[in-house]
Each structure stands twice: as structure tokens, then as C-alpha cells.
């Protein structure tokens, strides 16, 4: 079974940095299509970032293009997006996500995490 | 990139009643189209890719279909558990965009 575990988030100053990471259980990071979706308090879903599932490109909204950047640890098993230059609309639940096997290089997402709160407040 | 608009912004049914979802997009998207369901506290489930595949464990009564710019979400027989809020996302071209949501409410 495909399981996510994400961790990092919290309260952060208006300028400031914050690390997420995401573990993962039952598959590996290398080689999947996998990325980070966000949702602001009571908004919808927004596409941040994520791994070609057939390459190591990744992609970035234009919203934290410069900002964010995601990576991950093959030998870890585990997905990390840096973010920094953090604004008040930043401020989200931070899901990681793995897509479904079929949707190649690009993602439609079958698996997700529960989700890590980033607050960006002074 | 690709706008994705989803219509009705609330749909107000009742238990049994058919639920039809709308999702158009500002260019075509082929048939790289996908539909999540997600229940408060929740995170999103997928429930249809590529317009119209369930993947497994995914319930007969969603189905999927269109082309292009035009995709419709069809949930034939509303269950208690259906009522959410609906999205629906493209991926034939990064950046990756979802819709903005309809919410399936109880009448």
C-alpha cells in the first residue's frame, strides 16, 4: 500500500524560509511522476510543483517559480520542496502527491498525504 | 496556462438524485482530463483520469466523459457520502492546473 507522511510546516515569518519533506512508504520517489499541492484555508486546490514521472525535469507554478524548489533523496525515499521569500498567500495545507501509474510523464494523483500546514504571519 | 472553469459553483441535490459537473477548459486538453472528489477534513481522492478511466475502487456511478474543452462529471445515483466538493485538473501541459471546484451540496 502507497502511503505519504509529510512533515515541516509551520508558523513563519513574512521573508522566511521552511523546508517540507514527504516520506513515503510502498514505492520510490525516483522514477514516479510526484509533486506538491497546496489549498489555502477554505479554497481550492493549486498545482505548486513536481517531478516529471519520465525524466528528472521538474516544474513550477509561475505563483512560486524562484522561490520554491523541489527535490528529492532516492536513497531516503523521501520529497522535499524548499521554500523561501515566504508571502502571506503562501500560507496553506501542503499535500505531497504521487500520480497514478497510467498518466506518464505528466500527473493526475492517486495517492496523496495528509497534508502539512505552512502559516506565513508576522 | 490552461484555465480550467467548473460550473455549477454549488449544486444543491438530494440522496438518489442524478449529479451532472461541468469543466471547461481555455484550450484543448485532448483527453488529459481528471476529476477528484474531497470531503471536508479530507484530502482529495481521485476518482476519473483521462477523461474517463476509473482507477480501481473507484465506484460505477462516476463516469466521465468529453473532449477538448469540455468535460462533464456524471454521478448517476447520489449516495450520502457523495456530497463534496468536486475539482477537476489537466495535465497535458505543465504547468498542472485544477478547476476551481463544485460543491455538491444536500437540498
Known amino acids: 500500500e502507497v502511503q505519504l507522511l509529510e512533515s515541516g510546516g509551520g508558523l513563519v515569518q513574512p521573508g522566511g524560509s521552511l523546508r517540507l519533506s514527504c516520506t513515503s512508504s510502498g514505492f520510490t520517489f525516483s522514477n514516479n511522476a510526484v509533486g506538491w499541492v497546496r489549498q489555502a484555508p477554505g479554497k481550492g486546490l493549486e498545482w505548486v510543483s513536481g517531478f516529471s514521472g519520465t525524466s528528472n525535469n521538474t516544474y513550477y507554478a509561475e505563483s512560486v517559480k524562484g522561490r520554491f524548489t523541489i527535490s528529492r533523496d532516492n536513497a531516503k525515499d523521501t520529497l522535499y520542496l524548499q521554500m523561501s521569500s515566504l508571502r502571506a498567500d503562501d500560507t496553506a495545507k501542503y499535500y505531497c502527491a504521487r500520480s497514478h501509474g497510467h498518466c506518464g510523464a505528466t500527473s493526475c494523483f492517486a495517492h496523496w498525504g495528509q497534508g502539512t500546514l505552512v502559516t506565513v504571519s508576522s | 496556462e490552461i484555465l480550467l472553469t467548473q460550473s455549477p459553483a454549488t449544486l444543491s441535490l438530494s440522496p438518489g438524485e442524478r449529479a451532472t459537473l461541468s469543466c471547461k477548459a481555455s484550450?484543448?486538453?485532448?483527453?488529459?482530463l481528471a476529476w477528484y472528489q474531497q470531503r471536508p477534513g479530507q484530502a482529495p481522492r481521485l476518482l476519473i483520469f483521462d477523461t474517463s478511466i476509473r482507477p480501481t475502487g473507484i465506484p460505477a456511478r462516476f463516469s466521465g466523459s468529453g473532449s477538448g474543452t469540455d468535460f462533464t462529471l456524471t454521478i448517476s445515483s447520489l449516495e450520502p457520502e457523495d456530497f463534496a466538493v468536486y475539482y477537476c485538473?489537466?495535465?497535458?501541459?505543465?504547468?498542472?492546473?485544477f478547476g476551481g471546484g463544485t460543491n455538491v451540496e444536500i437540498k
Open positions: 484550450q484543448s486538453v485532448s483527453n488529459y
Open positions: 485538473q489537466q495535465r497535458i501541459n505543465w504547468p498542472l492546473t
